[in-house]
């Protein structure tokens, strides 16, 4: 199966708007500089992320970004731009919650995931019990993925759901593939285990992706679409290894070998018993 990169990105903080880039690179632990920071919710001790929409939705309207020297940099929805080292006290003001920033994910981290079901029955002001998820068991070192270093989806799957490649942060992936004419959506849910090349980087599919509530929330200025799960709910719920059948869109992957990804480069997925 053969296609092309055409979208890369990468998310310098963790659940903030992030970065679209015409080259990456890709070493052991992921894409480099994604997911380089993260709050900490002083109360809980907890990873901060939108996955919980109630308490932390509003990380979204805040934009993160990598300076020429390597830096980041967060933009407040106010406007107010500051090196994220510097953003802790300002953070806690906007959230009205008490955080810091880590520059390195602890061993045992846990988030908080509320069910995207309950999200849309109830919506985000609701209260109920999160689900608690150990950060980053697919993946080694310490950025703040969620499981595996990396993170693709295909403009078909994209298409399919009905939000297309000008709202493919909605799903957050480093890595948007067009597939060759005619490729079904979906099609990722055959790729477990599979070899994927890409420039000098190949990686290895290690689970689909699960979806919660974070596609259908308020991205910057990209409002609100409930339909960002629910299509998926209804149409794309898969055998998710140690969760059960859960809606997914997209595919984690781990590292095998590092380099270069550029817009455009050729990618292809082979499956275990081809090689």
Known sequence: MTGRVAALKRYPVKSMLGEVREHIRIGPTGVEGDRRYALIDEETGRVATAKHPRR????????????????????????RRMPVTEAGAPLSEMLGRAVHVADERAAGAILERSDPLEVLEHGIDAEFDPVLLELGQGAPGGAFVDHSPVHLITTATLDEIGVGMAEALRYRPNVVIEMADGSEPFAENGWLGSEISLGEVTLRVTMPTPRCAVPTLKHGDIERLPDAVRYLLDHNRVEVPGAGELPCAGVYAEVLTAGAVSIGDEVKVVPPQQR
Request: glycine share 8%; proline share 4%; with cysteine.
């Open 56 to 79: 932390w939705s509003a990380l979204l309207q805040c934009a993160s970004t990598t300076d020429e020297d390597g830096s980041v940099a967060v933009t407040l929805p106010d406007g």
